[in-house]
């Protein structure tokens, strides 16, 4: 495992961007999981900023998301959908063909999530999975407890994650109970992943995974012993 910590949400941003930026350079056609949230914002910009400047060529890879609000429409502004076209897939120069994105309200939730797996196996399978860690050591979706060999389905969130995630929104949009994510085996079948962790939130789940121990009650220890994971770390995280 590469570990790079690093000082401050510009750092934090620059050295994800550089590791995106060199899988691109390898592979331009890479088959990429996108996270939403906070913490891969700032990467997104990057990426951007890289794209405008010549240093990366977005448009020839597969993107896909990791999860999804079950039942919310991709228009609805709170999807995951809408979040990853606001911050990134709009202003990039992507061909829509080149983007899947989990349709949360699709009447069979189930067969989309069938869909999506089969969409990202048609292009040979994860490159790149991109991914944040939540305070309760969740990557996607996947909650503590959830099985490690799990392709996209439906799972119940947490109450903490769905805390975690209102916070995001200043209007009155209740998170609904249930999500859809690429589940953790296919997450470890990612050729290479690249790990986000910021926020003091995380530093317990963080630990968790430096430990190296898998561990059920720490989805995001599914990864210890993965290949080629780069975790890139806030540094005021760092213990010891
Ligand atoms: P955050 O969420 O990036 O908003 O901290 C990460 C996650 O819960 O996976």
Redesign the pocket.
Same mark, same amino acid.
């Given at each position: 495992m590469q570990i790079e910590w690093t000082d401050g949400e510009e750092s934090f941003a620059d050295r994800a961007a550089k590791h995106v930026a060199a899988r691109f350079a390898d592979k331009p056609t890479q088959t990429v999981a996108l996270?939403? /949230?906070?913490?891969?914002v700032g990467l997104y910009r990057r990426l951007l900023a890289l794209e405008a400047a010549g240093a990366i060529r977005l448009g020839a890879a597969h993107y896909f998301n990791l999860d999804e609000y079950v039942g919310v429409p991709q228009a609805d502004s709170h999807s995951f959908a809408a979040f990853l076209h606001r911050h990134f897939l709009d202003q990039a120069a992507i061909a829509p063909g080149q983007v899947r994105l989990l349709q949360g309200d699709a009447p069979d939730i189930a067969a989309e999530a069938q869909a999506h797996d089969a969409a990202v196996a048609a292009q040979g399978g994860l490159d790149l999975a991109i991914? /944040?860690? /939540?305070?309760n050591g969740?990557?996607?979706f996947n909650e503590p407890g959830a099985s490690w060999d799990a392709t996209t389905h439906v799972v119940p969130l947490t109450q903490e994650?769905r805390a975690?995630?209102a916070a995001?929104f200043a209007d009155a949009f209740t998170v609904p109970s249930e999500g859809v994510t690429m589940g953790i085996g296919m997450l470890r079948a990612a050729r290479h992943i690249l790990l986000?962790v &910021? /926020?003091a &939130?995380?530093a317990q789940a963080l630990e968790a995974f430096l430990a190296g121990r898998p561990d059920p009650s720490w989805p995001v220890t599914a990864l210890c012993g993965h290949p080629s994971v780069t975790l890139v770390a806030d540094s005021a995280l760092r213990r010891g």
């Open positions: 996270p939403t /949230g906070m913490t891969p991914l /944040g860690l /939540g305070a969740h990557i996607a994650t975690a995630n995001y986000m &910021s /926020g &939130s995380k």
